[in-house]
T-cell receptor, first 112, second 113 residues
């Protein structure tokens, strides 16, 4: 099993450009999450999904959109990138109420 | 609002010494998680603590949970250089079924020879 994978690993954008980060998991998990990690702030939840076709806002959703068209995939979109969105983005997944959350390897995004 | 505080934020310790990292949280929670992160890497799950009084141990690390005090500790016994990393605690918001985690700011542990 590959676990949780993320594409791309690195990306540099100019302000105003758009992009989509892809997360895939092969553990048949119902729940998926997008977090961002900034220095000195730990991880903060952007959006999450409790099943195919569902999404919900987390702590810091502004400037991001998500979609969960297939159970195994969770996409994070930036419509108009801003320098404040420079961060490391982690995707994660879990079973319902199972007690363990698995994280992907991360995507390092820089917005110039 | 659920808040999670860790201390210390930075810990420099010598090999062979013992120390404890503290994780306090502000409201009732279902579960508490400890993760390890090496520089430039993802998060590695260390422990999931599910109930009051839970204690788990793996190698030189031992985690405990006191839900009444809203406190978890990660105790390091006889530290070795390989334990150098950033350690995060994360708390699941009570009443939620979604494993939404609120993270502490992390403790950067540096074990000196």
């Amino acid at each position: 099993n590959a676990g949780v994978t993320q594409t791309p690993k690195f990306r540099v954008l100019k302000t105003g450009q758009s992009m989509t980060l892809l997360c895939a998991q092969d553990m048949n998990h119902e729940y998926m999450y997008w977090y961002r990690q900034d220095p000195g702030m730990g991880l903060r939840l952007i959006h999450y999904s409790v099943g195919e076709g569902t999404t919900a806002k987390g702590e810091v959703p502004d400037g991001y959109n998500v979609s969960r068209l297939k159970k195994q995939n969770f996409l994070l979109g930036l419509e108009s990138a801003a320098p404040s969105q420079t961060s490391v983005y982690f995707c994660a997944s879990s079973y319902p109420i199972a007690g363990e959350v698995f994280f992907g390897p991360g995507t390092r995004l820089t917005v110039l | 609002e659920l808040k999670v505080e860790q201390n210390p934020l930075f810990l420099s310790m010598q090999e062979g010494k013992n120390y404890t990292i503290y994780c306090n949280y502000s409201t009732t929670s279902d579960r508490l998680y400890w993760y390890r992160q090496d520089p430039g890497k993802s998060l590695e799950s260390l422990f999931v603590l599910l109930s009051n009084g839970a204690v788990k141990q793996e190698g030189r690390l031992m985690a405990s949970l006191d839900t009444k005090a809203r406190l978890s500790t990660l105790h390091i016994t006889a530290a070795v250089h390989d334990l150098s990393a950033t350690y995060f605690c994360a708390v699941e918001r009570y009443g939620g079924a979604t494993n939404k985690l609120i993270f502490g700011t992390g403790t950067l542990l540096a074990v000196q020879p």
